[in-house]
């Protein structure tokens, strides 16, 4: 029986449908299969700003196939406007926020399905993590990517082209009047970035899970293609209620690894290991996904590429075929192709009947016989710096600097260390380490991405390298290594690392090691102590006491609470 037929139908639930009735449903609505729609648009998110005409469409599509759509809200924060200040600290805790929002959602309301609406970071993961832990009908349609901006630094900018180029004016390498040019060109409308950062990568992966319609994932967000494919998701949810088609019958150990793949193949965001991770985990999978990732990216190819990697935007990606070609590409020697999608068709299936809207130009998207890469675009690294995991991106850097050793400038947070690189304090040769951002100590992993973004516009891009244990943005690139566990407010080697000590970074050997002797090593860790909490009250001190380890996806780890 459907979800809310247990409490609209039958004498003694009258309250229910009078409740209802009194927002203007009627009988013949109440009768139908009942779809929640959790739309996160506001206006402080471009890739969410055009959810509203998108939910409009997918309402749509609900009720001509049959069902009642029941539309609610959903926070969601943009990355960006949380990048170097204190709203970055929430940045990654509120993807819990969104996940248990749209779970007590369906469960006060029993609804039947979900049509789930976000773009950007941390919205697609939370909402993929709802799904998995609901178990009910679930479809992810995120808003489509926006077109890319005036060419600048021999690419089409976006907003991350003005904080290259802060970096770059204060070098002295480019006028004022240069920069400030980049404010009203860089963006030139609604969706998420057009880079393949965090959103678009997750947004890709949602498709690659089998989550997202073909297509759906990266649809420019103005395209009137973007508007058809809601109203598809909003007859296909039906289909899928219809089919009792389940999340958990389509989230599954083999489509992690698919999605594991096509981000390897793709060089995705890294922040992807920690949401794989933190999916995996809401549908209760036995799978181990950072070994995945570590045993995948030695023989998954890289055979898609774009900005950060390279000049050409995410829509390149997708009019060259997008997910989907990547994925026929990949072909079944890399994917399972047997896995269920929101279709109620194998991903085989899909890419079989699939029909591409723009020629393939191959700029973007190789085959297996030409490849970018003969190894995944992500990396998990090891060594006494990472005992738990490093993660890192070669399929973004140059190869020179696969192999990395350098002198280590230490700061205990992002806003020293961004104050250092602009003001000149680093050079050439410098490992930049960054601690005390983890999950728990940060609170919140923050994002290293400003000063990456610096480091490349002062020309250091190639000549230094940076660590933290905290996280980057998927449009960094320049070497760096994120999500080191253990993290330094636990006690981890990061911790310990003093200016001046040697890093030595191997991507090929997967190693990341401080060059001092375990001896006096063991010296600086019987000195330590650990940091107060930054924060003392509201929901950020509940999020540092339960946080888990980036190796662990960062989710909440209720066992802490035994020891409050």
């Known amino acids: 029986m459907e979800r809310s037929k247990k409490y609209l139908t039958g004498l ?187 959103a678009n990568t997750m947004c890709s992966l949602s498709e690659a899970l089998g989550m997202t319609l073909p297509d759906a994932s990266l649809a420019p967000a103005t395209s009137a293609r973007r508007l058809a494919l809601a109203e598809e998701t909003g007859i296909r949810i039906m289909e899928l209620v219809e089919k009792e088609i389940t999340s958990r019958k389509i989230i599954t150990n083999g489509s992690i690894r698919n999605a594991i793949k096509a981000c390897m193949a793709m060089s995705g965001s890294t922040n992807a290991v920690m949401h794989l991770i933190a999916v995996a985990h809401e549908a209760e999978l036995d799978i181990d996904v950072l070994a995945e990732f570590d045993a995948l990216s030695r023989t998954t190819p890289q055979i898609a590429k774009m900005n950060p990697s390279c000049n050409y935007n995410v829509i390149d990606f ?38 591409y809207l723009y020629p393939d130009t191959g700029r973007t998207i190789r085959t297996l016989d030409n490849p970018f890469g003969f190894t995944g675009g992500v990396a998990v690294l090891r060594g006494n710096l990472a005992a738990n995991t490093g993660i890192t991106k070669p399929g973004a850097f140059d190869k020179s600097l696969h192999h990395f050793q350098g002198e280590a400038i230490c700061f ?36 290293m991405y400003k000063a990456m973004k610096y480091l490349y516009g002062r020309g250091l891009s190639k000549t230094t390298a940076l660590i933290t244990d905290g996280r980057f943005s998927g449009t960094n690139n320049g070497c760096f290594v994120g999500h080191i566990s253990p993290e330094a407010s636990e006690g981890g080697t990061i911790a310990l690392v003093r200016d001046g000590d040697r890093i030595a970074i191997d991507v090929e050997e997967r190693s990341l090691n401080v060059l001092v002797n375990d001896e006096e090593l063991a010296a600086r860790k019987a000195a330590w102590k650990a940091p107060a909490p930054k924060f003392t009250r509201g929901w950020l001190s509940l999020y540092c006491k339960l946080a888990g380890s980036g190796a662990e996806g960062a989710v909440m780890d209720m066992k802490k609470l035994e020891n409050l």
């Not at 609505?29 to 729609?37: E, Q």
């Not at 600048?152 to 002295?172: I, K, N, P, V, W």
């Open 12 to 198: 003694g639930n009258q309250y229910y449908r009078a409740t209802y009735k009194s927002m203007g449903f009627t009988s013949d609505d109440l009768a139908r299969p009942v779809i929640g729609i959790a739309n996160s648009w506001s206006e402080s998110v471009p890739g969410h700003f055009n959810l509203r005409q998108v939910a409009q469409r997918v309402r749509d599509g609900i009720y001509r196939a049959g069902g009642t759509p029941v539309e609610f809200g959903v926070i969601g924060g943009c990355d960006g406007m949380a990048n170097g200040h204190v709203g970055m600290h929430y940045i990654l805790p509120h993807r819990e926020l969104i996940a248990n929002s749209i779970e007590s959602m369906a469960q006060i309301n029993q609804f039947d399905a979900l049509v789930l609406l976000g773009s950007c970071d941390k919205i697609v993961p939370g909402m993929l993590m709802a799904a998995a832990r609901l178990d009910i009908p679930c479809i992810v349609l995120p808003g489509g990517p926006m077109e890319g901006g005036k060419v600048f630094d021999g690419r089409e900018s976006d907003q991350t082209s003005s904080t290259e180029a802060y970096g770059m004016l204060s070098a002295g390498k480019i006028t004022e009047e240069e920069y400030v040019s980049l404010e009203d060109t860089a963006c030139p409308g609604c969706g998420s970035c057009s880079y393949l950062g965090t």
């Open 318 to 355: 997708f009019k060259d075929g997008g997910v989907m070609r990547m994925m026929q590409n990949l072909t079944r020697e890399h994917l399972d192709y047997d896995q269920m999608t929101v279709t109620a068709h194998t991903i085989g299936e899909n890419i079989a009947s699939h029909k």
């Open 412 to 447: 205990d947070s992002e806003e020293d260390a961004e104050e250092a690189i602009l003001a000149g304090k680093v050079r050439d040769g410098h490992v930049v380490v960054i601690r005390y951002e983890g999950p728990k100590g940060g609170p919140g992993m923050r994002e």
